[in-house]
């Protein structure tokens, strides 16, 4: 008897332990607007080929290949994402290739 009693004590207590964890995890995260998660996703690529063609200022052959070589990749990974129709991709590829 003393057994049982201990077990269900216990296990009360960690059923409550449970459903304090699970309820304490009140966070309200903030939905982005699917323009918005376009607008950071289109930031995200200006910067990234900012970045990389920094890195190779000096030698403009060497940019017009890696900025051609990135515009393909960022063409491929956007052919992908929901968020972004073929329209759009075109579009900001013409965006991303003036700068």
Same mark, same amino acid.
């Given at each position: 008897? =003393?057994?049982? @009693?201990?077990? =269900?004590?216990?296990?009360?207590?960690?059923?409550?332990?449970? @459903?304090?964890?699970?309820?304490?995890?009140?966070?309200?995260?903030?939905?982005?607007? +699917?323009? #918005? +998660?376009?607008?950071?996703?289109? =930031?995200?690529? +200006? #910067?990234?080929?900012?970045?990389?063609?920094?890195?190779?200022?000096?030698?403009?052959?060497?940019?017009?290949?890696? +900025?051609? !070589?990135?515009?393909?990749?960022?063409? !491929? !990974?956007?052919?992908? =994402?929901?968020?972004?129709?073929?329209?759009?991709?075109?579009?900001?590829?013409?965006?991303?290739?003036?700068?």
């Amino acid at each position: 008897m =003393n057994y049982e @009693m201990i077990y =269900n004590v216990l296990g009360i207590l960690m059923f409550l332990l449970i @459903m304090y964890k699970v309820f304490k995890k009140n966070v309200t995260t903030e939905i982005q607007s +699917k323009d #918005e +998660k376009k607008a950071d996703i289109i =930031n995200g690529y +200006k #910067e990234k080929l900012k970045a990389e063609l920094e890195l190779l200022k000096d030698d403009k052959e060497a940019q017009i290949v890696k +900025k051609t !070589e990135l515009l393909n990749k960022y063409s !491929e !990974e956007l052919s992908r =994402n929901i968020f972004i129709d073929a329209n759009e991709i075109r579009d900001i590829v013409l965006q991303l290739s003036h700068i």
